[in-house]
């Protein structure tokens, strides 16, 4: 069945300190994978999307993303935290024989501490 | 540029009453659109998802319906609203064009519906 699971609901972390949020995915057809941030109260917002381009993906506000096929991850990462980065973070997946529909992980909520 | 909208912004409702939440999209024609629940702690629950105008996907059993009467109106119904329909429901489109498993999904800003 395809899947994804995000390790740890809730990270925190110091201001100007590594993110690390993870995000592995079961299926047996290729991938494509998207992180989304959820600020209180609003909706969704793509953060970066993977689409079997490079591996390596940047996205806004200085997070990224890499795609390791033999890990199947997609952990996102941040150098060095903000406290504007506190908010609900989802993985989520998709494949090209399912259209558009989206599987989301449970959601990792980030703190960051001053 | 294109818009999504959502209302109510907030709804308290008592067992059993009906519901009806309403999704508009602008600035796009022929979206895909998408119901999805997010429960406290449990992440976003996929509900239904339409291509066109009256085609109506449904991914869980419920009692909740969904209806599309026009191009770019998404709506999320119930004759009987559960204690457990509580929960931020929240709309999307995507482009229906291209490579659909990789275009992004926009969200509108949630609908918070408390049943008591």
């Known amino acids: 069945a395809q899947s994804v699971t995000q390790l740890g609901s809730h990270v925190s972390v110091s201001e100007g300190a590594l993110v690390l949020l993870r995000c592995n995915y079961s299926?047996?057809?290729?991938?494509?994978l998207f992180w989304y941030v959820q600020y209180p109260n609003q909706g969704l917002q793509l953060l970066l999307k993977?689409?079997?381009?490079?591996?390596l993906v940047k996205g806004i506000n200085g997070f990224e993303a890499e795609f390791k096929k033999s890990e199947t991850s997609f952990h996102l990462t941040k150098p060095s935290a903000h406290m504007s980065d506190a908010a609900e973070y989802f993985c989520?997946?998709?494949?090209?024989?399912?259209?558009?529909?989206?599987?989301f992980g449970q959601g990792t909520e980030l703190s960051v501490k001053p | 540029s294109q818009t999504i909208h959502q209302w109510p912004a907030t709804l308290v409702q008592p067992v059993g009453s009906p519901l009806s939440l309403e999704c508009t999209v602008e600035?796009?024609?022929?979206?895909?659109l998408y119901w999805y629940r997010q429960a406290a702690g449990r992440g976003l629950q996929l509900l239904f998802y339409?291509?066109?105008?009256?085609?109506i996907s449904s991914e869980v059993p419920q009692n909740l319906s969904a209806s599309r009467p026009q191009d770019r109106q998404f709506i999320l119904s119930s004759k009987k609203l559960l204690l457990s329909d509580s929960g931020f429901y929240l709309c999307?489109?995507?482009?229906?064009?291209?490579?659909?498993?990789?275009?992004?999904?926009?969200f509108g800003p949630g609908t918070r519906l408390t049943v008591l």
């Open positions: 999307a489109w995507s482009r229906a064009s291209g490579r659909a498993w990789d275009n992004e999904q926009f």
């Open positions: 299926s047996s057809v290729p991938p494509y």
């Open positions: 993977y689409t079997s381009a490079a591996t």
């Open positions: 989520a997946v998709s494949f090209y024989n399912q259209g558009g529909k989206l599987i």
């Open positions: 600035g796009t024609s022929n979206p895909n």
């Open positions: 339409s291509v066109g105008i009256g085609q």
